[in-house]
């Protein structure tokens, strides 16, 4: 389940090349070839003097300026074929952690290619990618580990809500399939269940939605600032993670607005001075070409429960 049913990566945007967004090639060329050994080439030095993200402190950086790109999940698979779950369900999978659809994945190949690669053009682009650990999202950072040559790191503190820890496959078992995910890499957050909450469906502790989700992200956030200080880091989330983006900016949930399935934002900060937002993930049409309503752009403006909650937790 690990290959893109679309063609592999390490080429520039089709904006650049010419060619209307989403279009396809059967032949890449000399040009095209050329092109992909040097932006691979590229993207293995980045690699090779990238700096570990850990939990502890950041490694020390001349660079003070950080770069953070935020990015949702594409199209999932089972809203746009609800038979899906009832079908896994009767066979005795996790029905929480879908695939993406084939448009998910185009989805995620256009984001590589049009927003990820001109970066590695011009040696802008993120040297860590952090992943939760649900399939949808390691699916999405697929093509952007591909076209970066970077491998993706599997990231509890960025996981979906209502999290179950211990239910999904490891990082371990995922490079089974996906042997770009990092079995070694140690988390900035474990994500832990909520004290007394147990999962209907397995039985297991969780965490809750919204109060559990949102301590989540005001205890991942500060921690996260601190491991990737200085550094380009892309994190692939889940639309609930638009929440990381008003922590960084200290802003409600009304006013950070939505997250577009393969949405990117795109925040940077000088020193220690403030998060500063350079692109919204809430509109995606600027590099996706193809949107399904089965997954649409989500925030929480229309939740008073979490707003009020996420209030709350800032003013404490």
């Known amino acids: 389940p690990w290959s893109s049913p679309l063609r592999p990566l390490h080429f520039l945007s089709a904006a650049r090349r010419g060619r209307p967004l989403g279009s396809t090639t059967t032949s890449m060329g000399f040009c095209g070839v050329r092109t992909l050994l040097l932006l691979g080439t590229m993207a293995a030095m980045r690699s090779a ?21 935020l990015v949702r999940h594409g199209a999932r698979h089972d809203y746009a074929n609800p038979e899906w779950r009832e079908t896994i369900t009767a066979l005795g999978h996790e029905v929480r952690d879908p695939p993406l659809s084939v448009l998910g994945w185009r989805q995620a190949q256009e984001t590589a290619e049009n927003v990820f690669a001109p970066l590695v053009a011009a040696d802008e682009g993120p040297e860590t990618l952090l992943v939760s650990p649900f399939l949808r999202v390691i699916q999405t950072a697929t093509p952007t580990s591909h076209a970066l040559g970077l491998p993706l790191k599997v990231e509890p503190g960025l996981a979906e809500i209502h999290y179950v820890p211990g239910r999904l496959p490891t990082p371990a078992a995922r490079f089974q ?34 109060r559990g989700y949102l301590e989540r992200v005001m205890a991942f956030t500060p921690l996260l600032e601190k491991a990737v200080e200085g550094q380009r880091v892309a994190l692939f989330s889940h639309a609930a993670s638009v929440a990381i983006v008003a922590a960084l900016l200290d802003m409600s949930l009304e006013e950070v607005g939505k997250f577009a399935p393969c949405g990117v934002y795109h925040l940077r900060k000088e020193g220690d001075g403030a998060w500063e937002l350079l692109g919204s993930g809430a509109d995606n049409t600027g590099h996706v070409s193809e949107n399904h309503d089965s997954t649409f752009p989500w925030g929480y403006a229309n939740d008073p429960t979490s707003c009020r909650i996420w209030a709350e937790l800032r003013a404490k």
């Open 177 to 210: 399939y996906f042997p770009h995910v990092d079995p070694d890499y140690t988390p900035i957050y474990e994500t832990p269940a909520t004290a007394g909450e147990i999962d209907d469906a397995t039985g297991m502790p969780c965490e809750t939605y919204p």
């Open 49 to 69: 003097k990238s700096l570990k993200v850990s939990a502890g402190a950041a490694a020390s950086s001349t660079c003070t300026t950080t770069h953070l790109w």
